[in-house]
């Protein structure tokens, strides 16, 4: 029997649903019945009512899915699966909020204390501001607070910049099957290159042995020579799309029956054209006609060097991914990883020198001294930009931010200067949060919205209300702000306040503002 104090989270309107699970029961009984006929004739009806079923089981699994919270715990029921979770197992409650195309997705996690992690089916969000579900995630905090014992107060909120998102594993195997791909393509490089060498070396066959060789499978043809030999053309199928194949057919059977050319070739050539066709180690390589000559296209070496830098380039992407989580392995999986464009940037300025190069010099990239001193410049170039991408993307904690004595308050000889920062909160101060900027120096702090000169809208921050209370880094909960800022926390008056700013920047504002630093940081 369920208490007073039980939440129980069920999706609404549940009519359209039913109907569907009754659609789905429909069509699989139409299905059975006209199937077990006897002799019936095979009809539309099967397919349409077999269509019908997945419909109908996915809606009896939304119909069938609960969850309720009690005093015993976390009780998650779906069409297959019942699953109970006391609230002493039961670490922290976390939000998951992402942004699509549709709106803000939100959902809930939660976090056991031998660390797994369960995702809860219900509730979930389609948007930021949803009064159902914040009221229920409310509920489900007071229920563990009350009946367990949570880590902490904090709501962690996980976005997919946070520590907390995904996995290591997927981007790892991802950076793993594109550099098998790059090796394919870089092992058939030696082989394409000489079938490319003996191409452009053959000469035509001896006069003797193409009049030998006249009136057999073109197939049987050629070998290390170019056999020539004359055909009518007998119909031609061009594609209807660019990518879809157009074939030449000849007129007998003779050299071969067809073969694949592109769509313009085959809209220009006419049935009864005659044409030599070119033979080369069994395959047709050029198609000469009085309107139109048609030449095969042999595959390049520098194409597939080129591909395999291209693929190479490609995994380190998800490289700097596994990179930038395991260097913020030890963080909250709140707080918001740095960026990975650095590395973007690395691997595009890397991308405009090894392109060309393995271009035009699949085969000779260690022994063609241009290419070895291209390589060398191009790879100092790029060890440069993957250093200094790796001391941007660096995690600086609070107690790493600046020192006091490093940050230089800002006095009447330097005159005013702004700041980029941003109170997260709507204040007297900083109405509907219209502050960009906070300006120091000449006169009393002041929000601004605009980087100066002037002091034009600005609203006078009243320092005599604040007090920090720690600083921090950027978390999913925040409102976007870039990821390489901290936030202090300050309470104004009894209300809590967020201003988030540049390390060093914000470390020069809390000084100017005259608020104590804290001393230790909120990382866990």
Same mark, same amino acid.
């Not at 020579?225 to 990518?243: F, Q």
């Not at 390049?300 to 080129?306: E, N």
């Given at each position: 029997?369920? /208490?007073?104090?039980?939440? +129980?989270?069920?999706?609404?309107?549940?009519?359209? $649903?039913?109907?569907?699970?009754?659609?789905?029961?429909?069509?699989?009984?139409?299905?059975?019945?006209?199937?077990?006929?006897?002799?019936?004739?095979?009809?539309?009806?099967?397919?349409?009512?077999?269509?019908?079923?997945?419909?109908? @089981?996915?809606?009896?699994?939304? =119909?069938?899915?609960? =969850?309720?919270?009690?005093?015993?715990? @976390?009780?998650?029921?779906?069409?297959?699966?019942?699953?109970?979770?006391?609230?002493?197992?039961?670490?922290?409650?976390?939000?998951?909020?992402?942004?699509?195309?549709? /709106?803000? !997705?939100?959902?809930?996690? =939660?976090?056991?204390?031998?660390?797994?992690?369960?995702? !809860?089916?219900?509730?979930?969000?389609?948007?930021?501001?949803?009064?159902?579900?914040?009221?229920?995630?409310?509920?489900?905090?007071?229920?563990?607070?009350?009946?367990?014992?949570?880590?902490?107060?904090?709501?962690?909120?996980?976005?997919?910049?946070?520590?907390?998102?995904?996995?290591?594993?997927?981007?790892?195997?991802?950076?793993? !099957? @594109? !550099?098998?791909?790059?090796?394919?393509?870089?092992?058939?490089?030696?082989?394409?290159?000489?079938?490319?060498?003996?191409?452009?070396?053959?000469?035509?066959?001896?006069?003797?042995?193409?009049?030998?060789?006249?009136?057999?499978?073109?197939?049987?043809?050629?070998?290390?020579?170019?056999?020539?030999?004359?055909?009518?053309?007998?119909?031609?199928?061009?594609?209807?799309?660019?990518?879809?194949?157009?074939?030449?057919?000849?007129?007998?059977?003779?050299?071969?029956?067809?073969?694949?050319?592109?769509?313009?070739?085959?809209?220009?050539?006419?049935?009864?054209?005659r044409v030599e066709v070119t033979v080369w180690r069994g395959d047709v390589w050029k198609v000469?006609?009085?309107?139109?000559?048609?030449?095969?296209?042999?595959?390049?070496? /520098?194409?597939?060097?080129?591909?395999?830098?291209?693929?190479?380039?490609?995994?380190?992407?998800?490289?700097?991914?596994?990179?930038?989580?395991?260097?913020?392995?030890?963080?909250?999986?709140?707080?918001?990883?740095?960026?990975?464009? $650095?590395?973007? #940037?690395?691997?595009?300025?890397?991308?405009?020198? @090894?392109?060309?190069?393995?271009?035009?010099?699949?085969?000779?990239?260690?022994?063609?001294?241009?290419?070895?001193?291209? #390589?060398?410049?191009?790879s100092s170039v790029t060890v440069v930009l993957t250093v200094l991408a790796w001391r941007a993307?660096?995690?600086?904690?609070?107690?790493?931010?600046?020192?006091?004595?490093?940050?230089?308050?800002?006095?009447?000889?330097?005159?005013?200067?702004?700041?980029?920062?941003?109170?997260?909160?709507?204040?007297?101060?900083?109405?509907?949060?219209?502050?960009?900027?906070?300006?120091?120096?000449?006169?009393?702090?002041? =929000?601004?919205?605009?980087?100066?000169?002037?002091?034009?809208?600005?609203?006078? +921050?009243?320092?005599?209300?604040?007090?920090?209370?720690?600083?921090?880094?950027?978390?999913?909960?925040?409102? +976007?702000?870039?990821?390489?800022?901290?936030?202090?926390?300050?309470?104004?008056?009894?209300?809590?306040?967020?201003?988030?700013?540049?390390?060093?920047?914000?470390?020069? +504002?809390?000084?100017?503002?005259?608020?104590?630093?804290?001393?230790?940081?909120?990382?866990?």
């Amino acid at each position: 029997m369920s /208490g007073a104090e039980d939440v +129980i989270c069920r999706l609404p309107g549940k009519r359209l $649903p039913w109907f569907l699970v009754g659609l789905g029961a429909v069509g699989a009984g139409v299905a059975v019945a006209r199937l077990a006929r006897p002799g019936s004739p095979l009809d539309v009806w099967p397919v349409v009512g077999l269509a019908l079923v997945p419909v109908g @089981l996915m809606a009896l699994h939304w =119909v069938t899915v609960c =969850v309720r919270g009690d005093a015993y715990g @976390l009780h998650c029921r779906t069409l297959l699966r019942r699953r109970s979770v006391p609230w002493s197992d039961v670490a922290d409650l976390r939000v998951h909020r992402y942004e699509t195309r549709r /709106g803000t !997705l939100r959902y809930v996690s =939660v976090l056991l204390r031998d660390g797994r992690r369960r995702r !809860l089916p219900l509730p979930r969000s389609g948007s930021s501001s949803d009064a159902d579900f914040d009221a229920k995630l409310d509920a489900l905090r007071a229920l563990l607070h009350r009946h367990g014992a949570p880590e902490s107060d904090h709501l962690p909120v996980i976005t997919r910049d946070s520590a907390g998102h995904g996995s290591r594993v997927r981007p790892l195997a991802l950076c793993v !099957l @594109l !550099l098998v791909g790059a090796g394919a393509f870089a092992w058939s490089v030696p082989g394409v290159a000489a079938e490319e060498r003996a191409w452009r070396s053959a000469v035509p066959c001896a006069a003797e042995a193409s009049a030998a060789k006249r009136g057999e499978d073109g197939r049987e043809l050629g070998g290390d020579c170019l056999s020539t030999l004359p055909a009518v053309i007998e119909r031609t199928d061009a594609g209807r799309a660019p990518r879809e194949k157009s074939w030449l057919y000849f007129a007998g059977g003779r050299p071969l029956e067809r073969v694949d050319v592109s769509r313009e070739a085959a809209l220009e050539f006419r049935p009864g054209d005659r044409v030599e066709v070119t033979v080369w180690r069994g395959d047709v390589w050029k198609v000469a006609g009085e309107r139109h000559v048609w030449r095969a296209s042999p595959a390049s070496a /520098g194409g597939q060097a080129v591909a395999a830098a291209v693929l190479a380039l490609s995994a380190g992407y998800p490289a700097a991914l596994t990179l930038l989580r395991l260097r913020g392995r030890r963080l909250p999986d709140d707080e918001v990883l740095p960026s990975a464009l $650095p590395f973007v #940037g690395v691997l595009v300025v890397t991308a405009l020198w @090894l392109l060309p190069l393995c271009g035009l010099y699949p085969t000779s990239l260690f022994t063609s001294s241009t290419a070895v001193v291209w #390589g060398a410049v191009g790879s100092s170039v790029t060890v440069v930009l993957t250093v200094l991408a790796w001391r941007a993307t660096r995690i600086r904690t609070p107690e790493g931010a600046g020192t006091p004595e490093d940050a230089g308050a800002p006095g009447t000889k330097e005159g005013e200067v702004f700041l980029a920062a941003r109170f997260l909160e709507h204040t007297d101060y900083n109405p509907h949060g219209f502050g960009t900027h906070i300006v120091l120096g000449d006169g009393e702090p002041a =929000v601004v919205p605009h980087s100066g000169p002037g002091r034009f809208a600005a609203r006078r +921050i009243p320092v005599e209300r604040l007090t920090l209370t720690k600083v921090r880094r950027v978390r999913g909960g925040d409102d +976007i702000v870039p990821n390489d800022w901290h936030v202090a926390e300050l309470d104004d008056g009894g209300r809590p306040v967020r201003l988030a700013a540049a390390p060093d920047d914000l470390i020069r +504002i809390i000084r100017g503002l005259g608020l104590a630093a804290p001393v230790e940081s909120s990382r866990t």
